[in-house]
């Protein structure tokens, strides 16, 4: 999506279409997880996914799976992330 609305080049596209990637964490915010997707991405070590559908097929791979809004969660985590940052 991010490269479909110009603020990613296609090149940073993950998938069949795009790169494959092995990082050890991936967050995926908003991602539903089609087959493509998935593919460029299962190398990863752990998968943490934020998404509304709990049906999306992105949380039968993701080892944390977060249902709810993609931004309000990332906003969520933002904020908590300024305030440990606060604190030490």
Do not use: C
């Not at 069949?16 to 915010?29: D, E, H, I, N, Q």
């Not at 080892?63 to 606060?86: C, P, T």
């Amino acid at each position: 999506m991010a490269v479909d609305l110009g603020w990613a080049p296609y090149s940073a596209q993950v998938g069949l279409s795009g790169k494959s990637v092995t990082p050890r964490l991936y967050l995926a915010f908003g991602i539903s997880g089609a087959v493509q997707h998935i593919a460029g991405m299962s190398g990863a070590e752990t998968i943490i996914a934020v998404n509304q559908d709990p049906e999306a097929p992105i949380f039968r791979v993701a080892d944390l799976s977060v249902q709810g809004d993609a931004m309000e969660v990332l906003n969520a985590l933002v904020e908590a992330v300024k305030k440990y940052k606060e604190r030490h």
